[in-house]
Every structure is written in structure tokens, then in C-alpha cells.
């Protein structure tokens, strides 16, 4: 009599990988002369990021806080494929520069959306912050309350915090309030809008490729 063998085959799992990425954007008045360029670049960014997103099999929700004295979000918690070209309108200068207030809020929104549905085994947060200057004028967030904050959200697994500036005063005082210095970048003021293909695409980049060990030891000098 044939013997029978039975094979039980385990079900693949149906769920996506998700990237929750969230760009807190400086619109101070000094932004206003490479303001159309940043744009420019920002857009191209969102395009690299739909077809990594498409390759990889990743859902990618994104939000766009921008910030002078005061916050304005454009995005919150968005299908990617459902993100209009960011124009004018969306992304424009005036004002000082709120960015403990900014930070702060960012981060209590993107708490609000990802959890509780979060899986760090295979969902993961970019939270980028990208500025030109210092902190100036914050009404709402003391450094004390933005290092709270920060203690608890760079613990967490699966979210990548970092920051992206060219102002060395701006640097010292995100050190003061907790900022792990190997997550901030330091780019050329005189060409702003490089930030958006070169460091701040590269941690986009890793979320989908892990970067080698040779690669990030020729890449560390992006980092203070």
C-alpha cells in the first residue's frame, strides 16, 4: 500500500512592510533664496521614494510639518501614492525658526499615527528634521520638555531620528537637549537642497538597503 506524506504548508504572510516617514521642514525667511530649489528637490526625493516603495513591497505614509515662528502641516500620515508635487503654496518661507516647537509637535503626531499598529519586526519610521538655522523662537517647547521627549522616542525600536542642519549654534543646542550627535548631518548652506539627495536619502535608502560596513565607514564623515 503507497504511503502517504502529507506536507503542511505554512501560509505567507499578506502584510506589507510599512515606512512612516515624516520631514519637518524649515520655512524661515533665510530659506527664501534656494527656496524653489529645495522644492525642486524635495519632489524629486518623493519620486525616488514611490519607486523604492514599489520595488520593495512597502507601504510609505508620509507627512510634511513645515515650521517658521509658527507650524504648518501639509501632510499628515498621507499614502505616498496619494501625495500632490510640493509647490509654492505648500512649502514657502517667512518667519523665524520654532524648531524645538516643531520637533516636539512632529513627534507627538507621528505617536499618534504609528502606534498602535506598529510592528518593529517590519514597519520602521524615518522622523527627518532639516533647518538652516537655530532655535529662535519656540513659545510652547523648553529644552527640558524637548528632552523628554526625545529620551523616549530615540529608544524606541524601528524609528531613525535625525537631524540635518548647517548652522553650528543649532547643533550645540540640539546636543543640549539630547540629540544622539551620531544622527546629526551637517550639509553646505550654500547648496541646501543636496541635503535631499545626498544624506537625507541615503537613511531613506537604508530602510530598504542596508548599507555595508565598507560603505558606511567611507559615508561617516556626514556625521558631526
Given at each position: 500500500?503507497?504511503?502517504?506524506?502529507?506536507?503542511?504548508?505554512?501560509?505567507?504572510?499578506?502584510?506589507?512592510?510599512?515606512?512612516?516617514?515624516?520631514?519637518?521642514?524649515?520655512?524661515?525667511?533665510?530659506?527664501?533664496?534656494?527656496?524653489?530649489?529645495?522644492?525642486?528637490?524635495?519632489?524629486?526625493?518623493?519620486?525616488?521614494?514611490?519607486?523604492?516603495?514599489?520595488?520593495h513591497?512597502?507601504?510609505?505614509?508620509?507627512?510634511?510639518?513645515?515650521?517658521?515662528?509658527?507650524?504648518?502641516?501639509?501632510?499628515?500620515?498621507?499614502?505616498?501614492?496619494?501625495?500632490?508635487?510640493?509647490?509654492?503654496?505648500?512649502?514657502?518661507?517667512?518667519?523665524?525658526?520654532?524648531?524645538?516647537?516643531?520637533?516636539?509637535?512632529?513627534?507627538?503626531?507621528?505617536?499618534?499615527?504609528?502606534?498602535?499598529?506598529?510592528?518593529?519586526?517590519?514597519?520602521?519610521?524615518?522622523f527627518?528634521?532639516?533647518?538652516d538655522?537655530?532655535?529662535?523662537?519656540?513659545?510652547?517647547?523648553?529644552?527640558?520638555?524637548?528632552?523628554?521627549?526625545?529620551?523616549h522616542?530615540?529608544?524606541?525600536?524601528?524609528?531613525?531620528?535625525?537631524?540635518f542642519?548647517?548652522?553650528?549654534?543649532?547643533?550645540?543646542?540640539?546636543?543640549?537637549?539630547?540629540?544622539?550627535?551620531?544622527?546629526?548631518?551637517?550639509?553646505?548652506?550654500?547648496?541646501?537642497?543636496?541635503?535631499?539627495?545626498?544624506?537625507?536619502?541615503?537613511?531613506?535608502?537604508?530602510?530598504?538597503?542596508?548599507?555595508?560596513?565598507?560603505?558606511?565607514?567611507?559615508?561617516?564623515?556626514?556625521?558631526?
Amino acid at each position: 500500500m503507497p504511503v502517504q506524506i502529507c506536507i503542511k504548508i505554512k501560509p505567507m504572510s499578506t502584510s506589507l512592510r510599512k515606512l512612516h516617514y515624516y520631514l519637518i521642514a524649515d520655512a524661515s525667511g533665510s530659506m527664501a533664496d534656494q527656496i524653489d530649489e529645495v522644492r525642486q528637490a524635495l519632489n524629486t526625493q518623493l519620486r525616488k521614494l514611490r519607486s523604492l516603495a514599489t520595488t520593495h513591497d512597502t507601504t510609505v505614509h508620509f507627512s510634511l510639518l513645515t515650521f517658521d515662528s509658527e507650524m504648518r502641516w501639509r501632510y499628515r500620515n498621507c499614502p505616498l501614492n496619494e501625495v500632490q508635487p510640493i509647490m509654492r503654496d505648500d512649502y514657502d518661507t517667512g518667519g523665524a525658526t520654532a524648531l524645538f516647537d516643531a520637533i516636539a509637535a512632529g513627534l507627538k503626531e507621528a505617536s499618534k499615527h504609528v502606534f498602535p499598529h506598529f510592528n518593529a519586526s517590519c514597519d520602521s519610521v524615518q522622523f527627518s528634521v532639516y533647518s538652516d538655522g537655530e532655535e529662535n523662537s519656540s513659545r510652547h517647547t523648553k529644552v527640558e520638555q524637548l528632552k523628554e521627549l526625545l529620551d523616549h522616542y530615540q529608544r524606541l525600536p524601528g524609528w531613525t531620528i535625525e537631524y540635518f542642519g548647517c548652522d553650528p549654534e543649532s547643533f550645540d543646542q540640539l546636543r543640549g537637549a539630547g540629540f544622539h550627535v551620531n544622527a546629526m548631518h551637517a550639509y553646505d548652506a550654500h547648496h541646501r537642497y543636496r541635503v535631499f539627495e545626498e544624506d537625507m536619502q541615503m537613511s531613506l535608502n537604508a530602510h530598504f538597503i542596508k548599507p555595508s560596513k565598507d560603505f558606511l565607514k567611507k559615508n561617516d564623515k556626514r556625521k558631526l
